[in-house]
Antibody
Framework: EVQLLDSGGGLVQPGGSLRLSCAASGFIFTGYAMSWVRQAPGKGLEWVSTIGGGGDIIFYADSVKGRFTISRDNSMNTLYLQMNNLRAEDTAVYYC????????????WGQGTLVTVSS | AIRMTQSPSSFSASTGDRVTITCRASQGVRSFLAWYQQKPGKAPKLLIYGASTLQSGVPSRFSGSGSGTDFTLTISSLQSEDFATYYCQQYYTYPLAFGQGTKLEI
C-alpha cells in the first residue's frame, strides 16, 4: 500500500525557516516524481514544487522561487521542502503528492502538515 | 502561466441529480487535465486524468471529457458521498495549475 507521511509543520515567525519531510513507503520511490501542493485556510489548491525521480529535474512556483528548496533522499525514501524567509501568505496545509508515473497528475497524497507563519 | 477557471464556484444539488462542472484553460493543454475530489479536512483524491481516464477504484458515475481549453466533469447520479469540492488541474506545462474549485452542496 502506498503511504506518504508528511511532517515538520508548525508555527514560525515571519522571516523564519522550516523544513518539511514526507516519508514514502509501499512503492519504488525513485520511479516517481514527487511534489508539494499547499492549501491556505479556506482556499484552493496551489502547486508549489516538483522534483523528478532522480532529483535532477526541479520546478518551482514563482511565489516560492528563491525561498523554497525541494530535495529528496532516495536512500531514505524521503522528500523534503526547505522553506526560508517565510511570509504570512505561506500559511497553509502542505501536502506531498506522488505523480501517477506516466503523468504529473497526483494519485497519492500525504495527510498534510500545517505551517503557520505569524508573529 | 496557464490559468484554470472552473464554473460554477458552488451550487446546490440533490441525490440522484446529474451534475456537470466546467473547467476552462487560458490556453490549450491538449488532454493533460486531471480532476480531484476533496472533502473537508482531507487530502484531495484523484478521480480522472488524461481528461477522461477514470482512476482505478473511482465509481463509473464519474466521467470526464474535453480537450484543448474546455473540459467537463460529469457525475451521472449524485450520491451522498459525492458532496465535496472538486478541482481541475492542468499538467501540460509548468507551472502546474489548479482551478479555484467547485463546491457541491446538498
Amino acid at each position: 500500500e502506498v503511504q506518504l507521511l508528511d511532517s515538520g509543520g508548525g508555527l514560525v515567525q515571519p522571516g523564519g525557516s522550516l523544513r518539511l519531510s514526507c516519508a514514502a513507503s509501499g512503492f519504488i520511490f525513485t520511479g516517481y516524481a514527487m511534489s508539494w501542493v499547499r492549501q491556505a485556510p479556506g482556499k484552493g489548491l496551489e502547486w508549489v514544487s516538483t522534483i523528478g525521480g532522480g532529483g535532477d529535474i526541479i520546478f518551482y512556483a514563482d511565489s516560492v522561487k528563491g525561498r523554497f528548496t525541494i530535495s529528496r533522499d532516495n536512500s531514505m525514501n524521503t522528500l523534503y521542502l526547505q522553506m526560508n524567509n517565510l511570509r504570512a501568505e505561506d500559511t497553509a496545509v502542505y501536502y506531498c503528492a506522488r505523480d501517477t508515473g506516466t503523468t504529473v497528475a497526483f494519485d497519492s497524497w500525504g495527510q498534510g502538515t500545517l505551517v503557520t507563519v505569524s508573529s | 502561466a496557464i490559468r484554470m477557471t472552473q464554473s460554477p464556484s458552488s451550487f446546490s444539488a440533490s441525490t440522484g441529480d446529474r451534475v456537470t462542472i466546467t473547467c476552462r484553460a487560458s490556453q490549450g493543454v491538449r488532454s493533460f487535465l486531471a480532476w480531484y475530489q476533496q472533502k473537508p479536512g482531507k487530502a484531495p483524491k484523484l478521480l480522472i486524468y488524461g481528461a477522461s481516464t477514470l482512476q482505478s477504484g473511482v465509481p463509473s458515475r464519474f466521467s470526464g471529457s474535453g480537450s484543448g481549453t474546455d473540459f467537463t466533469l460529469t457525475i451521472s447520479s449524485l450520491q451522498s458521498e459525492d458532496f465535496a469540492t472538486y478541482y481541475c488541474q492542468q499538467y501540460y506545462t509548468y507551472p502546474l495549475a489548479f482551478g479555484q474549485g467547485t463546491k457541491l452542496e446538498i
